[in-house]
């Protein structure tokens, strides 16, 4: 069966500092992988998606992931972040066939001034 | 392009009654997923329907349930609702019946008293 973990379930970083967040999968086959954004009270949206091709993948609003097929991990980067970014990120896994995801617990990111 | 749209938005209801939600996917998309978001248990799939079958099903009791009309439209139904109940209902859509980004509508708060 198919899993993601996030090791972090809060993450508080300074405002124009480098953010990171961690995802681990475990999947069988060749991993279709997503990372989610959640702000307060609102439904997911895409930052950014990995089928197959190039292993770092660029997405929405500055946000980056790598994968690395080794390390059964698909972190999620961005260089800046801006108070904005404050919200949970979800990182999920989905199955060669259909369109049901197995999702992460969640990462918290809150952003000091 | 209009987005995934849900109805109602916010819902409170008791023990025993039970709780029709509906999703109106982007247009052109035939494949809708239902997720339940809850603090202690995060987001889990309940199932998929693509041109009216159903073809994943989450680890739920009977009491939720599921259809898709011809236009793609779909309502999931939760009987005898219980406490544990409660939580944010997404509803997600789209347009390929294999692994593909799925996009999600803003939810259902349903609150069971």
């Known amino acids: 069966a198919q899993s993601v973990t996030q090791p972090d379930i809060h993450i508080t970083v300074s405002e124009g500092a480098s953010l990171e967040l961690r995802c681990n999968y475990s999947?069988?086959?060749?991993?279709?992988l997503f990372w989610y954004v959640q702000s307060p009270g609102q439904g997911l949206q895409l930052l950014l998606k990995?089928?197959?091709?190039?292993?770092l993948v660029q997405g929405i609003k500055g946000f980056e992931a790598e994968f690395k097929r080794s390390q059964s991990s698909f972190n999620l980067r961005k260089p800046s972040v801006h108070w904005s970014d404050a919200a949970e990120y979800f990182c999920a896994v989905g199955q060669a066939a259909g369109n049901k995801l197995t999702f992460g617990g969640g990462t918290r990111v809150l952003v000091k001034p | 392009k209009a987005g995934v749209t849900q109805t109602p938005r916010y819902l409170i209801k008791t023990r025993g009654q039970q709780v029709t939600l509906s999703c109106s996917p982007i247009s052109g998309h035939r494949s809708v997923s239902w997720y339940q978001q809850t603090p202690g248990q995060g987001l889990q799939f309940l199932f998929e329907y693509f041109s009216e079958t159903q073809r994943n099903k989450g680890n739920f009791p009977g009491r939720f349930s599921g259809r898709q009309f011809s236009n793609s439209r779909s309502e999931m139904n939760v009987s005898t609702l219980e406490l544990g109940d409660s939580a944010l209902y997404l509803c997600?859509?789209?347009?390929?019946?294999?692994?593909?980004?799925?996009?999600f509508g803003p939810g259902t708060r349903l609150t069971v008293l």
């Open positions: 997600a859509s789209s347009s390929r019946d294999s692994t593909d980004t799925q996009y």
């Open positions: 990995y089928f197959s091709g190039d292993t």
């Open positions: 999947y069988g086959a060749t991993p279709y």
